[in-house]
């Protein structure tokens, strides 16, 4: 259990740092770092993952929260270490972004999200949003590969 909150925490950790010096240096225009291949671009994004359906903010926070109390109840039932990392990746993910929700403009449960990565042929986005992509990358890879994240005792 100890490794799922550990990767929580420095997920978040690492998103809610990499956010603030975003807000810092960043503006709407692109700062290329590599071409065009990788640019970093300030965006508010109001919606879901790549600003999917920006009217539903709330519901997205709601859902958020929901998130959060399943993963800190079902945590200490985890005895797969791959599972842990996983569970660990998502919850820092949705943490950081409800941050953003909670405690931005324009207000409490519909704040805007801080996107700033950007790469070719794909939505602005951060660190939190990778850490859930990773998190769904590997739930996948384990499921398919048939490990349960809970081991039953016999």
């Keep these: 259990?100890?490794?799922?909150?550990?990767?929580?925490?420095?997920?978040?950790?690492?998103?809610?740092?990499?956010?603030?010096?975003?807000?810092?240096?960043?503006?709407?225009?692109p700062r290329k770092?590599?071409?065009?291949?990788?640019?970093?671009?300030?965006?508010?994004?109001?919606g879901a993952a790549f600003s999917f359906a920006t009217g539903f903010t709330i519901?997205?926070?709601?859902?958020a929260?929901?998130?959060v109390v399943a993963t800190i109840y079902?945590?200490?039932?985890?005895?797969?270490?791959?599972?842990?990392l996983t569970i660990g990746l998502l919850l820092g993910g949705v943490l950081g972004n409800l941050t953003d929700r909670i405690?931005?403009?324009?207000?409490?449960?519909?704040?805007?999200?801080?996107d700033w990565i950007q790469i070719p042929h794909?939505?602005?986005?951060?660190?939190?949003?990778?850490?859930?992509?990773?998190?769904?990358a590997i739930s996948f890879i384990l499921s398919m590969r048939n490990i349960p994240p809970i081991t039953r005792v016999r």
């Design 74 to 84: 079902f945590a200490p039932r985890i005895t797969s270490h791959g599972w842990q």
């Design 122 to 136: 794909w939505p602005v986005f951060n660190i939190a949003d990778s850490a859930i992509c990773i998190a769904a």
């Design 1 to 29: 259990m100890r490794r799922l909150f550990a990767t929580a925490w420095t997920i978040w950790l690492f998103d809610f740092v990499t956010k603030a010096w975003a807000l810092q240096s960043l503006s709407t225009e």
């Design 103 to 114: 405690f931005r403009e324009p207000s409490f449960l519909s704040g805007y999200v801080i």
């Design 33 to 46: 770092v590599i071409g065009s291949l990788l640019q970093f671009t300030l965006v508010y994004n109001s």
């Design 65 to 67: 929260l929901s998130v």
């Design 59 to 63: 519901l997205f926070s709601l859902i």
